[in-house]
């Protein structure tokens, strides 16, 4: 009873966190029995990474330029840009995939260093240099591609968007076993991580999850991974997208969560004045958070290019909402400081399961933006109720009524002396 009881006072204290994971299973629950089905058929579950994979790279960039307490509202225009570009170098100029692959990446830093040094040295808000970005970089892909689509791209171009690692097998197995190994591999990897941080934090003697919710978390997250890893084997595969988008995601993950770097982000968003103060080069840090939002744009947009196999005028019309909302459904805060690249990619989820499952009911775009936005709504507001359910008090009052608990016994204050009132200092 008493582990239930730390538990649920573990689950309110972290609502924010655990409230979008629940949110995406009962929407995936929701569709699966309104699609009758269809929602996580194997074919359905690869478009599913393969449509959304783009939105998912940029939601990367876009939740930490939004944790440093900025916003970019010109990705989408870049990604476009980006696939004009690749479509010039590729198609009229003749050059290599290989080489404009990294010349397109090179383009996409430039651009955000453009963006960024106004934003980071000149003082200009990134809400305005971006609203600004957006304009020039959509006009440029128009003139770039004199109104008119390019096409074809090489085939190895081409996988990048829809391509599939090799299937070991030759055909004759009823799963694709390199996705297997995959799957089991990195659901292993994944658990032995988890134990290894739970191992670390009861070493220093840090705030630890219950072992109850711990062993849950954990074989829920290994059951719906071998779950995704069967449904993508009984198809094709693996997708070479998920591969990238998987590799990014641990990357990121790690940059924000070890280093530097990702402290001085946090710190940035949490107080620029006391950030200022510290010690840390807050304009350094943002000229190169819009770097490599560039680089991550660049990115979703040769994926984008590469799985329509054509450059296209509109290309990237609406990405940045897509990936700001997901950012933000995913848990980062609107005033900066809070967010995880994991939260954003459980928010591009969410996105992407919504798109998918009323495209399949037959839902109008009318309907579905509709939709979409309530949504969004619904994440901000629940977010800023979060903040002021706990931003008082130390914690909800629920949290209190299961009074959970994670500081070791021999490091809690003693006992207040007899009539002296809790919470003063003994003089």
Not at 207 to 234: C, D, H, Q, R, Y
Not at 256 to 276: D, K
Not at 344 to 366: C, E, K, P
Request: charged residues 10%; hydrophobic residues 55%.
């Amino acid at each position: 009873m008493s582990a239930l009881r730390e538990s649920l006072g573990f689950l309110t204290s972290r609502l924010r966190q655990v409230g979008i994971f629940v949110a995406l299973i009962l929407i995936v629950i929701l569709f699966q029995v309104l699609t009758d089905g269809i929602l996580l058929q194997p074919q359905n579950v690869t478009n599913l990474v393969v449509q959304n994979s783009y939105i998912l790279i940029l939601a990367i960039g876009m939740v930490m330029v939004i944790i440093a307490g900025h916003i970019d509202l010109s990705v989408g225009s870049i990604a476009g840009f980006i696939g004009a570009v690749a479509g010039v170098m590729i198609v009229h100029w003749g050059w290599a995939w290989w080489l404009a692959i990294p010349a397109c990446l090179l383009v996409g830093a430039l651009v955000g260093a453009w963006q960024g040094y106004w934003i980071a040295y000149v003082g200009i808000p990134a809400f305005i240099v971006t609203l600004a970005g957006m304009l020039i970089f959509r006009g440029l892909t128009l003139i770039t591609l004199k109104n008119q689509q390019i096409t074809p791209f090489p085939n190895e171009l081409r996988a990048l968007g829809g391509g599939f690692l090799p299937d070991i097998s030759g055909g004759t197995s009823v799963l694709e076993w390199l996705t297997v190994i995959l799957g089991v591999g990195g659901t292993a990897a994944i658990l032995f991580q988890a134990l290894k941080e739970r191992r670390v934090r009861r070493k220093f003697n840090l705030e630890n999850e219950p072992m109850a919710w711990f062993a849950v978390k954990n074989g829920f997250i290994a059951v719906l991974m071998l779950i995704i890893t069967f449904l993508l084997a009984s198809y094709r595969g693996t997708p070479i997208v998920l591969i990238v988008l998987a590799v990014l995601v641990i990357v990121y993950s790690a940059l924000m969560n070890n280093s530097i770097f990702g402290r001085h982000t946090y710190a940035i968003g949490g107080n620029l004045h006391a950030a200022e103060l510290s010690g840390i080069k807050t304009k350094k840090v943002t000229f190169r958070l819009f770097v490599n939002m560039g680089v991550l744009a660049a990115l979703a947009g040769l994926v984008f290019t590469a799985r329509l196999n054509s450059a296209q005028p509109a290309g990237g019309t609406g990405f940045e909402l897509d990936s700001i909302a997901a950012a933000f459904i995913g848990g980062a805060a609107v005033q900066g400081g809070i967010g995880t690249v994991a939260g954003a990619m459980i928010g591009g989820l969410i996105m992407g399961v919504l798109n998918n499952g009323m495209s399949i009911l037959g839902l109008g775009t009318d309907y579905q933006q509709l939709i979409k936005g309530l949504v969004l709504l619904l994440a901000v507001g629940f977010d800023i109720f979060n903040k002021n359910r706990t931003g008082a008090g130390g914690g909800s009052s629920m949290g209190r009524r299961f009074k959970w608990k994670t500081t070791p016994p021999a490091t809690e204050a003693a006992p207040a002396a007899k009539g002296e009132p809790v919470g003063v200092e003994a003089k």
